[in-house]
């Protein structure tokens, strides 16, 4: 379903599609790049031609737990095409997970990647990101702390409105 999804997106692309000056704007939008798992909510604020800042917020609260995810996030611009702007990106961000007897646990997520951002040509505010890279983890007790590769499609890295 997922590819469906991809080639039909690659199908309906405009042949041309420009990338944004985005210097002094703010992208508010959506992240699953949170290791436990839950969506968050992302701001993106553009300094100036080369950094961005960041932040992302997600939790989930039941009567027998809470749980959240909270992290900020810096960017730096490698270099900008017409279409694209390709970046170096690091995450830091703390959360809690559920143990083997269910009860709240802290954590912690690092992540070290490498992006780009693309905007569809008339929507220029509308930005799309994929990731990959490295991340050392921990958010399983069992686990302990883990190190892995990771690669995020626009559907989990994250989708900016730019106001």
Known sequence: MRQKFLILVLILLPLQSWGADLRGRMGLGMTNQLANDIPALSIKVQQSKTFAMGGLLGFKSDRDNTLYGAGVKLYRIIFDEPQLNF???????????????????????????????????????????????????KVDQQAGTTFQTLGDSFLKAAVHFYL
């Open 87 to 137: 970046y170096m990106a690091g995450l830091f961000a703390t959360e809690t997970y559920l143990n083997d007897e269910k009860k709240a646990e802290s954590g912690y997520q690092f992540d070290g990647t490498m992006g780009s951002e693309f905007h569809f040509s008339g929507l220029e505010s509308l930005g799309f990101s994929l990731e990959f890279g490295v991340s050392v983890r």
